[in-house]
């Protein structure tokens, strides 16, 4: 299943909204993930099951979607939050990510 | 919660083996968990290598199966990756990672494997 993930950059300002959409190939359920990840560490879960948001994640985050089309939200981005973020279907085998969106600074 | 440990040679000859273990802390790795290795080449995205099942059942991706071998030790509370014939191309931060039923994935911190001679 291939994820295609959009946009593969983006330039926001602190207090934006920004939104990042998933597309899956083929349905996979609500068996997806959005991670994060900063230079030279590991991606972090924000996000699984398409809308559950991880325990200690800031309610600025948000996931939804179901199926083919999924989106992660955040409502007004913060200096920490700039970083690639990542999806994962975990609906079929192979497992496999989105090529993932790099949110920079405007 | 989870807590993931990657250990292992952080260079690798060409056409060697690599071979790296993650520690398990907080759990045990005989829970209804996947046990799974990730890697990353430098600057890029991140490829899912295989996971192995509690039960010992694995699941490879289909490009790299014909090299890869993914085991648990139940009593170290471990499990270990193993990959063949390796060249540059192998070049990655390679991470362990563990999810569960719920869907939650826990990631261990990585580390670095340089194919080189």
């Known amino acids: 299943i291939q994820l295609t993930q959009s946009p593969s950059s983006l330039s926001a300002s602190v207090g934006d909204r920004v939104t990042i959409t998933c597309r899956a190939s083929?349905?996979?359920?609500?068996?997806l993930a959005w991670s994060q990840q900063k230079p030279g560490k590991a991606p972090k879960l924000l996000i699984y099951?398409?809308?559950t948001l991880q325990s200690g994640v800031p309610s600025r985050f948000s996931g939804s979607g179901s199926g083919t089309d999924f989106t992660l939200t955040i409502s007004s981005l913060q200096p920490e939050d700039f970083a690639t973020y990542y999806c994962q279907q975990l609906n079929s085998y192979p497992l496999t990510f989105g090529g993932g969106t790099k949110v920079e600074i405007k | 919660q989870v807590q993931l440990q990657e250990s292992g040679p952080g260079l690798v000859k060409p056409s060697g083996t690599l071979s790296l273990t993650c520690g398990v802390s907080?759990?045990?790795?005989?829970?209804?968990?996947?046990w799974s290795w990730v890697r990353q080449p430098p600057g890029k995205g991140l490829e899912w290598i295989g996971e192995i099942y509690h039960s010992g059942s694995t699941n490879y991706n289909p490009s790299l199966k014909s090299r890869v071998t993914i085991s648990l030790d139940k009593s170290k509370n471990q499990f270990s990756l193993k990959l063949s014939s390796v060249t540059a191309a192998d070049t990655a931060v390679y991470y362990c990672?563990?999810?569960?039923?719920?869907?939650?994935?826990?990631w261990g911190q990585g580390t670095l494997v340089t194919v080189s001679s």
């Open positions: 083929q349905g996979i359920n609500s068996y």
């Open positions: 099951a398409a809308s």
């Open positions: 990672a563990s999810r569960d039923t719920s869907g939650r994935v826990y």
């Open positions: 907080g759990g045990s790795i005989s829970s209804s968990n996947w």
